[in-house]
């Protein structure tokens, strides 16, 4: 009986030893890589006219294997400031495809407009002009 006793806190120890010992592990967390691509199409002396359909492109170059966020969206800003009201023109494709095809918006004319790219990250196209005809 005495044996079966010692065994038992023998073992209590050991699953508190081990309990303990995974609440301060540090947690394994998977490298990933930032990707910042650079948007190629539309550039600063791009025009485009509401209704038409473009493919913006971006630069595959650098890719890393491991993107953290690998699918996109694309939103459309005006005057070089980020606003809640971005449009957005494309979402929901994979950002390793380096291009998405987007119709323009019926917007007023302008030669301030910008994409960004949302994914991995932010990154904003040159400023180019939309024309509402």
């Known amino acids: 009986m005495v044996a079966l006793a010692n065994s038992f806190v023998i073992l209590a120890t050991t699953l508190l030893g081990a309990v303990s010992q995974a609440a301060y592990a540090t947690p394994v967390v998977e490298q990933r890589d930032i990707w910042v691509p650079d948007i190629l ?3 600063y002396q791009t025009v485009w006219y509401s209704g038409q359909i473009h ?6 170059s650098h890719k890393p294997a491991d ?3 690998p699918i996109g969206t694309i939103t459309l800003r ?14 929901n494709f994979p950002l ?7 119709t ?3 917007v007023l004319s302008g ?3 910008q994409l960004v790219l949302i994914g991995d990250s932010g990154n904003v196209s ?3 002009t939309i024309l509402n005809q």
């Open 41 to 43: 199409y539309p550039h």
């Open 55 to 60: 493919n913006v492109t971006w630069d595959l």
């Open 67 to 69: 993107v953290s966020d």
């Open 78 to 91: 005006k005057g070089g400031i980020a606003q809640a009201s971005e449009f957005v023109v494309a979402e």
């Open 96 to 102: 390793a495809d380096g291009h998405v095809e987007v």
């Open 104 to 106: 323009v918006p019926g």
């Open 111 to 113: 030669d301030d407009y």
């Open 126 to 128: 040159p400023m180019f």
